[in-house]
C-alpha cells in the first residue's frame, strides 16, 4: 500500500444522553473515516480520539488530510516524516490490514459498561453478561461496590479514571485484591502520578496513562485502545514480547473502526474479555452495524463499499 489514493469523512455522533468521560460529560463525538485505494484493494480505517488521551487532535489530522489532497503516498511520506499521530497511524494500519480483518471470524467475550450510577446494571444481567465495567468516584463507598457484588455474581472491573488521591487508591488497592470478583482497578490516580510505584501492578490496571507502546514498563494490566495505540504491526511486536494482561477497549467507533479493533483484539491469546459494550448508546445514525450484547463478533460478508457510500 504505497502508490494510490484515499479519501476521508468526518462524521457526528451524538449520544442519546450526556456520556461520562475521564474528561467529563460529552454530548457528541466527532470521528474522520478513511478509505484508501491502492494495488492492494480497497481498504477502510478510522480516526478515533477519545476525550482525556493527549493523542493528535482532528483538526490536526484534517490539516494533513486535506494537504495530502488525495495522494496516498504523499499522505504515507506526510506521517513517516512526523512524530506522534497514534490515531491516524492506528486507521492507516487498518486500511493496510482490511482484506485480512474481514477475512477471520472474531468471536470475543465483552464486557457490559454501566453507567456512573449503575442503574443500567440490571438490563446488563438480564443481557447475559458475565463481567461489567463501572466507573467509581471519589464519594463511591465499598459497601456500595458489596451491594453490586450481591446483586451481580459475575465478575467486575471498577474504573476511577484517574480521580483519586494516594490515600483512597491504596485503600481502593487493598479492597479490590481482597475481592475475587473484582478483576481490577482501571486507573486510580491521574497519567504520571508517582504514587503507582507504591500502589504495585496486582489488579491495578493502567488506561490513560497508556497511549502506544513506547517506553511502557507497567507489569500489571494495561487497557489496550487498538484506535489510539499507533501503528498495529509495532504494537503486534511489542505485544509478542510482553507477559502482563491485556485489555481491549473501543473508542466508540463506528463500524469501520470496530470491525478492526476487534480484529487486533482478535490477536492477542490473553482472552480477556474485551471492553466493546458501547453499541446502542448513539441516536440511530446507522453508523453501528455489529450486534451488541456479551459476544462481540466482527461482520461477516458486510458491503463496506454501500456502507461508506451511505454515510452523509
Ligand atoms: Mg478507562
Not at 122 to 131: C, E, L, N
Not at 155 to 166: E, F, H, I, M, Y
Not at 189 to 206: E, M, N, R
Request: charged share 20%; proline share 6%.
Amino acid at each position: 500500500m504505497k502508490e494510490g489514493f484515499f479519501d476521508f469523512k468526518l462524521v457526528r455522533r451524538r449520544f442519546k444522553r450526556p456520556f461520562l468521560t475521564g474528561n467529563g460529560l460529552i454530548d457528541v463525538i466527532d470521528r474522520i473515516l478513511l478509505r484508501t485505494q491502492s494495488d492492494q484493494g480497497t481498504g477502510y480505517g478510522e480516526i478515533a480520539p477519545w476525550p482525556g488521551f493527549p493523542t493528535e487532535s482532528l483538526p490536526e489530522v484534517l490539516e494533513i488530510l486535506r494537504a495530502a489532497q488525495g495522494n496516498l503516498s504523499h499522505l504515507l511520506h506526510t506521517v513517516e516524516a512526523m512524530r506522534g499521530l497514534p490515531c491516524l497511524r492506528a486507521a492507516l494500519s487498518s486500511c493496510r490490514h482490511w482484506d485480512a480483518i474481514n477475512q477471520l471470524p472474531v468471536t470475543l467475550l465483552c464486557a457490559g459498561l454501566c453507567d456512573a450510577t449503575a442503574t443500567n446494571l440490571d438490563a446488563k444481567i438480564f443481557a447475559g453478561y458475565k463481567t461489567i465495567k463501572l466507573k467509581i468516584r471519589p464519594e463511591t463507598t465499598f459497601a456500595e461496590i458489596d451491594a453490586l457484588l450481591y446483586r451481580f455474581r459475575g465478575q467486575l472491573r471498577l474504573d476511577a479514571n484517574g480521580s483519586l488521591d494516594l490515600t483512597a487508591a491504596r485503600a481502593w488497592a487493598e479492597f479490590v485484591r481482597q475481592q475475587p470478583r473484582i478483576d481490577y482497578l482501571e486507573q486510580p490516580l491521574p497519567v504520571g502520578h508517582a504514587g503507582y510505584a507504591s500502589l504495585g501492578p496486582d489488579k491495578i490496571a493502567i488506561d490513560e496513562s497508556f497511549l502506544t507502546p513506547g517506553g511502557v514498563t507497567w507489569a500489571g494490566p494495561i487497557v489496550v485502545k487498538p484506535a489510539l495505540v499507533g501503528d498495529w504491526d509495532e504494537f503486534i511486536t511489542w505485544r509478542q514480547a510482553r507477559q502482563g494482561p491485556l485489555i481491549y477497549s473501543s473508542t466508540f467507533e463506528t463500524a469501520i473502526g470496530r470491525q478492526g479493533a476487534l480484529w487486533l483484539a482478535n490477536h492477542d491469546s490473553s482472552n480477556l474479555p474485551v471492553g466493546f459494550d458501547t453499541l446502542d448508546l448513539f441516536e440511530n445514525d446507522a453508523r453501528d452495524r455489529h450486534t451488541p450484547g456479551p459476544v462481540a463478533e466482527n461482520l461477516a460478508n458486510f458491503d463496506w463499499e454501500k456502507f461508506w457510500l451511505d454515510l452523509t
